[in-house]
């Protein structure tokens, strides 16, 4: 079986099918409020509209584990993967149904050349979190560096589905896409 079968399917699958999420019915409107926003070719402020997404799925509920995240963003800023990476395996142990740890983790993995393990993680954020655009552009970069590039055109697709704003995802695609022209995709 291919990669596609393994790690697209269930983004794909996410992507299109409504999602019950946790947050409170306002919290919850607000984020729609903002994907669709987002979701409008012709946005001119999604830097903001983004932002705010990013920060609302930065919140845990818990003083805490938001704590951790902000720890492991910070040492991850600074080039210490493998603390960000111990600041991140605490907040998944603590706080496993909060998709931001997870994403976050990924990261810090990806940065430590862990291919496999970031992609564990990205699948675990998007399971929680399947409408989560940076995790399915980071599984577009870690695919594409792993050569799977067909699988990578679907994951940036898909990110690109949801949010058509950022300018390095539509490049990507322009660039897999210009490449894998006349192949079966």
């Known amino acids: 079986m291919s990669i596609s079968v393994h790690i697209l399917k269930p983004i794909v699958t996410a992507v299109f099918l409504t999602v019950a999420f946790s947050l409170p019915a ?3 409107d607000s984020l729609d409020d903002l994907f669709t926003q987002l979701a409008t ?3 001119e402020a999604w830097e903001q509209v983004e932002e705010k997404i990013v920060e609302s799925w930065s919140r845990s509920g818990s003083a805490s584990m938001d704590l951790l995240l902000s720890r492991g ?12 990476i111990d600041h991140f395996s605490a907040l998944t142990d603590h706080a496993p149904d909060f998709a931001e740890g997870w994403h976050a983790r990924a990261a810090a993995f990806f940065q430590v050349g862990e291919y496999g393990a970031a992609i564990d993680d990205i699948q675990r ?3 929680l979190n399947p409408r989560h ?3 399915m552009a980071g599984l577009g970069i870690i695919l594409e560096e792993l050569k799977y590039e067909t699988d990578a055109l ?3 697709r898909a990110a690109n589905a949801i949010h058509p704003h950022r300018p390095e995802v539509e490049t990507a695609i322009k660039r897999l896409a210009a490449r894998l022209d006349g192949q079966d995709i």
């Open 26 to 28: 306002s919290a919850q």
């Open 41 to 43: 070719p012709e946005l």
């Open 73 to 84: 963003r910070d040492a991850l800023e600074e080039g210490d993967s493998l603390a960000a």
């Open 125 to 127: 954020a998007l399971a």
């Open 133 to 135: 655009f940076r995790a």
């Open 154 to 156: 679907a994951a940036y």
